[in-house]
């Protein structure tokens, strides 16, 4: 059980943790993130690997609460850039991790938001990531302009056969 900071390395890296895992409320995760890759550990991202349970809780910090930063993200609503940033072979209790000092966001399309998730493995096990995700409103008003522009050509193509 932790109740201090994990920082998985002293510049990216993986921490392995052989068993479980329990975070709690006032644990404080500094992790080490590329903007523009989202490959998991092998010295370009931090990433915690946990053979066994994880017990998810505390604040995320990406990068460290010293620098703060600003990225350009490319996502889309269906692709969203997502790093990871733990994985499990157990079971996972999800007491929600809070966002705590990340880079502010900009991309194509804006405003775009952080959200965590886990993700679960059909035969057990999963991982945890951060998402980079187009604020949804934003992604409707876009399919919203894109369909009314084919119903709008589909109606003229209409007119001129008639």
């Known amino acids: 059980t932790m109740n201090g900071s994990i920082v998985p390395g002293s510049g990216p890296g993986t921490l392995s943790i052989t068993g479980d895992l329990g975070l709690s409320a006032g644990s404080v995760l500094n992790f080490d993130l590329q903007e523009g890759n989202q490959t998991a550990g092998g010295g370009i ?5 946990v053979t066994g349970n994880l017990i998810l809780d505390g604040t995320l910090n990406v990068p460290d609460a ?3 930063s600003n990225w350009t993200t490319n996502g889309t609503p269906t692709s969203p850039l997502a ?8 079971s996972v209790i999800d007491n929600g991790l809070a966002l705590g000092n990340l880079p502010s966001l900009s991309g194509n399309p804006a405003p775009q938001y952080w959200q965590i998730g886990v993700v679960l493995n059909e035969g057990g ?4 990531k951060l998402y980079a995700v187009p604020e949804p409103s934003t992604a409707l008003m876009a399919t919203g302009a894109i369909v009314a522009g084919a119903v709008m050509v589909r109606r003229r193509r209409r007119g001129v056969r008639a």
């Open 66 to 68: 010293t620098t703060v």
């Open 45 to 49: 991202n931090d990433l915690v690997a």
């Open 83 to 90: 790093w990871t940033l733990f994985t499990f072979t157990g």
């Open 125 to 128: 096990g999963g991982s945890v």
